[in-house]
């Protein structure tokens, strides 16, 4: 009785803090994921006279078949399966390079954790300055410069082979900080006497790193993992400002052809269809992942 009292204003003071959170969950996520659930099974299109129709499931068979959202797809993967592990290693090799007593270590950290805070637009606008095309570009003028003019300028944005490279490199500039940070937390959260003690042992710093830090940095790890996962699949703002999806939609990505498909060419009900499917694919991606990171921390 007495611990049930105790616990009753701890759950309402629980359920009060809460509440905000909640209640813009609702109004800004819950709300409109199931008002495109509605209207994903519709005939709405922007500025069509036809009235308003149910259509069943035509909506999600033109999503399974349409070309560009396929090749969207396959570009999305290509980003996560690239983006990922290239970010997250270098988030580590900073949190550990930043982690030891370094001049500047402070200064430093407010540097590579700089970008984070920047609007992802203003980042675009910048690296579309960076990769502008000809030798005066800046990327271009410095691997002219590095290789003594072996370099051949490129226009990295309008070339095929280049844009979606170009979009990944941006990403990883901007986003590096934020696994930084997480993993510092983490490296700082390791108690020192389990390294002082695999020294005394005899360990190694390489065997320290595989045997003590990674152990320890096993949550972190899979945080950042889920959390750079679903951030590289809802990349948008980079590839819109950048790209537009572009050339030949060599750089499009899942999001981008929802919002083409809704807005640019007005058929509202496929885009919502699209979102949909997106929605569920990355909520089981995210699932399938955490449950397999889990299993190996645990194995390990």
């Known amino acids: ?152 300028p490129k226009d990295f944005l309008n070339d095929p082979y280049w844009a979606l490279p170009a979009v990944m490199l941006t990403s990883v500039w901007q986003g590096v900080g934020f696994q930084m940070v997480v993993l510092l937390a983490g490296l700082q959260a390791i108690p020192r006497q389990l390294h002082e003690a695999a020294a005394v042992d005899g360990a190694g710093r390489w065997q320290q790193f595989l045997h003590v830090t990674l152990p320890g940095l096993r949550n972190p790890l899979i945080f950042v993992v889920i959390v750079t996962t679903i951030l590289s699949f809802r990349v948008f703002d980079q590839v819109r400002i950048m790209t537009r999806g572009g050339p030949q939609d060599a750089s499009n990505t899942v999001i981008h052809e929802m919002v083409r498909t809704a807005f640019d060419q007005g058929h509202v009900a496929m885009g919502a269809a699209m979102s949909v499917v997106f929605f569920l694919a990355i909520l089981g991606i995210a699932l399938v992942q955490r449950r397999l990171l889990r299993q190996r921390g645990e194995v390990s």
């Open 1 to 152: 009785m007495i611990s049930r009292r105790m616990r009753s204003p701890e759950t309402a003071a629980a359920w009060l803090l809460m509440a905000p959170a909640l209640v813009g969950l609702a109004l800004f996520m819950l709300l409109p994921f199931g008002l495109a659930v509605v209207l994903s099974f519709t005939n709405l299109r922007m500025g069509s006279p036809l009235p308003l129709e149910f259509v069943g499931l035509t909506n999600y068979t033109l999503a399974f078949t349409d070309a560009g959202l396929t090749r969207s797809l396959l570009n999305n993967l290509l980003f996560a399966l690239i983006v990922v592990p290239v970010q997250t290693a270098l988030g580590l090799a900073l949190a550990l390079l930043l982690n030891r007593p370094l001049a500047g270590r402070a200064l430093f950290r407010t540097l590579f954790f700089l970008p984070v805070v920047f609007p992802l637009s203003l980042v675009a606008v910048v690296w579309v300055l960076i990769f502008a095309p000809g030798p005066d570009g800046l990327l271009n003028a410095a691997l002219g410069l590095l290789t003594f003019g072996a370099w051949e």
